[in-house]
Nanobody, 116 residues
Framework: VQLQASGGGLVQPGGSLRLSCAASGSIFSINTFGWYRQAPGKQRELVAT?????????ADSVKDRFTISRVNAYPKSTVYLQMNSLKVDDTADYYCNAVGGAMIYWGKGTQVTVSS
């Protein structure tokens, strides 16, 4: 499974961004897609996940502001993270993640900077 994240950038507080994660390869084996983030000097943390069946989970810090979604177009799948009402604390490198059985896949990060 290959994951390619995009959509990061510089945005002012209160603004919005949409991240995309293009997934290809053996995506039929994937049960859960997720977005994680890592701020400078901090550990990587879970932002949101979406299961094969469409069940979503969110970190408390992003609930009601971020929305994860998935569009399947076999043999590819795209996972989105719509981020609204962005805060300075949302500044981080954002990573796409996929889990299938015992396998965990990571894409390269896309940088999000929230600053005035």
């Amino acid at each position: 499974v290959q994951l390619q994240a995009s959509g990061g950038g510089l945005v002012q507080p209160g603004g919005s961004l949409r991240l995309s994660c293009a997934a290809s390869g053996s995506i039929f084996s994937i049960n859960t897609f997720g977005w994680y983030r890592q701020a400078p000097g901090k550990q990587r943390e879970l932002v949101a996940t979406i299961t094969r069946g469409g069940t979503t989970t969110y970190a408390d810090s992003v609930k009601d502001r971020f929305t994860i979604s998935r569009v399947n177009a076999y043999p590819k799948s795209t996972v989105y993270l719509q981020m609204n009402s962005l805060k300075v604390d949302d500044t981080a490198d954002y990573y796409c993640n996929a889990v299938g059985g015992a396998m965990i896949y990571w894409g390269k990060g896309t940088q999000v900077t929230v600053s005035s």
